[in-house]
Nanobody
Framework: QVQLVESGGGLVQAGGSLRLSCAASGTIFTINPMGWYRQAPGKQRELVAS???????KYADSVKGRFTISRDNAKNTLHLQMNSLKPEDTAVYYC?????????WGQGTQVTVSS
């Protein structure tokens, strides 16, 4: 079992920044990949960014150039630096981690961007 705890969400004005963090604990062997997803009201959950253990990254087109994912394999932590936030970035952000073919999810953290 892997437990994921997110932190860092909140309310910010458009153009502002937030940094999300995710801490993994439990029985950890090799988590690969780790990533951030988000779900806005009435919409499907979507991938925001992901990172492999080799630090290969992938981003949704809508956040490229604004968001940066980073990962500390030794500490089993994942971060998402979000800059130039837009109202359309408003959503619940979830940390996800895959291990042995199973994907674990955090409880989510709310990000609200006001215009």
């Amino acid at each position: 079992q892997v437990q994921l705890v997110e932190s860092g969400g909140g309310l910010v004005q458009a153009g502002g920044s937030l940094r999300l963090s995710c801490a993994a604990s439990g029985t950890i062997f090799t988590i690969n990949p780790m990533g951030w997803y988000r779900q806005a009201p009435g919409k499907q959950r979507e991938l925001v960014a992901s990172s492999t253990s080799g630090r290969s990254t992938k981003y949704a087109d809508s956040v490229k150039g604004r968001f940066t994912i980073s990962r500390d394999n030794a500490k089993n932590t994942l971060h998402l630096q979000m800059n130039s936030l837009k109202p359309e970035d408003t959503a619940v952000y979830y940390c996800a981690a895959s291990q042995a073919g199973y994907t674990y999810w955090g409880q989510g953290t709310q990000v609200t961007v006001s215009s």
